[in-house]
């Protein structure tokens, strides 16, 4: 995507400065063959100085090149790296800037350096809401960071959504930021600038903090291939599941014992597990029963029986045994209730 060389153009920035200004310069963004940035209290006690007066070597270092001659040689490669950063969208995360302009490890550094010195780009330091970024439009940087929040504040808290409908949701908060027209393929880098929306192995978005996108454990896993499966799964599917989905090797016994564990599964039958969100509700066939008798008051046996198996893969034999418990009430009209 670059005509130019970033480490040509580093070693041409360099090379007018004073050789202790030229070694922290280096040292500071890992411009070395070996590419290790060092912080500024290891370069201080290297020279027996302060830590602030490295930061000040280093910020003269780079004023100093700004006004160089060698700085204005490179006003092609100046255009060429905006043009590049405005093609991406004008704002990105650090990591998506640096992984888009290079696929060499080793030219990263120097382009971050390049990034810092020249006057057309601006950095957004790290913070709780967003990545390290640079941008070459303060108006468009504020725009695309107060649509991300408001997008954000927009999602329920545990709700996954198809990466293209994500990206079209996206567009309506920037759309009411100002910002139309973008593809998707810009969109997508600018979701990357969030630290608070995710997108999990399955390619869902939702908020970075729902176990469902941050997934750590066995029962996200197990979550995530019962959503994609979309019906009631025996535990040891689920177990094979993660591992054609993802890649995870897990044991069918501690499969089950993680969806025992956890609110988010329903046991709906022999070793078959369906999540809470589909409407299935948790506990044994008795409490089935009692929640349908709750709800709709005194049936049938015929009508108790339908309303469970939607619940329950159970055979009907299971369900009248458990009408027999004492608290459910045959009424003189053959009708049943809970007891009193």
Not at 15 to 39: A, C, N, Q
Not at 57 to 67: D, L, P
Not at 113 to 140: C, I, K, M, S
Not at 270 to 297: F, M, N, Q, S
Request: no cysteine; charged share 30%.
């Amino acid at each position: 995507m670059l005509s130019f060389s970033p480490k040509s153009a580093t070693k041409d920035l360099l090379s007018g400065l004073p050789e202790r200004s030229r070694h922290v310069l280096t040292d500071r963004f890992g411009l070395s063959s070996k590419g290790e940035r060092r912080t500024l209290d290891s370069i201080g006690q290297e020279y027996g100085i302060t830590r602030e007066r490295i930061r000040q070597i280093e910020n003269h270092g780079v004023a100093t090149i700004r006004e160089s001659d060698s700085y204005a040689k490179l006003s092609q490669a100046w255009e060429d790296l905006k043009r590049a950063m405005n093609t991406l969208g004008g704002i990105l995360a650090e990591h998506t800037l640096v992984s888009e302009l290079t696929k060499s490890e080793a030219e990263r550094n120097h382009i971050i350096f390049l990034l810092t010195v020249g006057h057309q780009f601006d950095d957004r330091r790290e913070d709780a809401n967003f990545h390290p970024r640079w941008h070459t439009d303060e108006q468009l940087a504020e725009a695309v960071e107060h649509a991300l929040t408001s997008l954000y504040e927009s999602l329920e808290p545990s709700k996954l959504t198809p990466e293209d409908e994500f990206i079209d949701l996206f567009a309506k908060h920037l759309k009411q930021e100002g910002v139309k027209n973008r593809t998707p393929e810009i969109l997508a880098r600018w979701l990357a600038l969030s630290k608070r929306v995710g997108r999990n192995p399955l390619g869902e978005w939702g908020r970075q903090e729902s176990p469902h996108v941050r997934i750590k454990n066995t029962r996200d896993f197990a979550y995530l291939t019962l959503k994609r499966h979309g019906s009631p799964m025996h535990f040891t599917e689920v177990a094979k599941g993660i591992e054609k989905l993802f890649g995870r090797e897990t044991h069918p016994a501690t499969t089950h014992n993680e969806l025992i564990k956890d609110g988010r599964f329903v046991l709906v039958g022999r070793g078959l597990y369906a999540l809470k969100e589909w409407g299935y509700e948790p506990g044994v066939v008795r409490d089935v029963i009692r929640g349908v008798l709750e709800r709709e008051g005194p049936l049938t046996r015929e009508e108790i029986v339908d309303r469970v198996k939607r619940e329950r893969y159970v055979k009907d034999a299971t369900i009248a045994v458990n009408l027999q418990n004492g608290m459910f009430t045959r009424l003189s009209d053959g009708r049943y209730s809970l007891s009193k």
